[in-house]
């Protein structure tokens, strides 16, 4: 089993749609989440952190489920500037290692 | 500069030959991370420094490839004899472990031919 599972997608969405993402990791002791975003022939870049209670920033929400493993991304009324790859990160072990996804592939059309 | 920097931005390499990739990361970071994407596919993980920790080389696909960070900071990934299979691109983060999130340089895009 992976460490981290992604649906890769794509997902093809119209401007304006509410879409979900979800991941799962195998190491239950893992300690920090993240989604990132990669834009084609880009660098990864941070999107946000994701916070045992839940956290929001602007159309973006993120949620942990640390009794069944995953972790949730959700955005609100799709851009078409939202298409990238959106990759799901997790901290875990004594070294503290971070170990992504292969990430889910959005695609918003008009 | 404030980002993670890595040079060269772009390689070309004739098949056969060693190729010496570069990583300055963040200053005072001390996790060090390298991948490697393939067009299409995601991130492959390679090799993890931490301190003065042993790295962790898990990822390295073959004992042509080798890496190291000297002084805590600055890190070479090193491939000897490449291989056409070697083409990609390769990118370094950085993080404060305490923290955890990883700051990626623009990559290194290697091509064998």
């Known amino acids: 089993r992976k460490e981290v599972e992604q649906d890769p997608g794509p997902f093809n969405v119209p401007e304006g749609a509410t879409v979900a993402f979800n991941c799962t990791y195998s190491?239950?002791?893992?300690?920090?989440f993240f989604w990132y975003r990669q834009d084609c022939r880009k660098e990864p870049k941070l999107l946000m952190s994701v916070y045992s209670s839940g956290n929001e920033d602007g159309r973006f929400t993120a949620q942990l489920n640390r009794a069944s493993q995953y972790i949730s991304l959700l955005i609100r009324d799709s851009k078409l500037s939202d298409s990238a790859t959106y990759l799901c990160v997790v901290l875990s072990g004594t070294a503290s290692k971070l170990t992504f996804g292969t990430g889910t592939r959005l695609q918003v059309t008009l | 500069g404030a980002g993670v920097s890595q040079s060269p931005s772009n390689k070309v390499t004739e098949k056969g030959k060693d190729v010496e990739l570069r990583c300055d990361p963040i200053s005072g970071h001390t996790a060090l991370y390298w991948y490697r994407q393939s067009l299409g596919q995601g991130l492959e993980f390679l090799i993890y420094?931490?301190?003065?920790?042993?790295?962790?080389k898990s990822g390295l696909p073959s004992d042509r490839f080798s890496a190291e960070r000297t002084g805590g900071s600055v890190s070479t990934l090193t491939i000897q004899r490449t291989q056409q299979e070697d083409s990609a691109v390769y990118l370094c983060a950085s993080s404060l472990t305490s923290k955890g999130e990883a700051f990626f340089g623009q990559g290194t895009r290697l091509t064998v031919v």
């Open positions: 420094f931490q301190g003065n920790s042993a790295p962790d």
């Open positions: 190491n239950s002791a893992s300690q920090s």
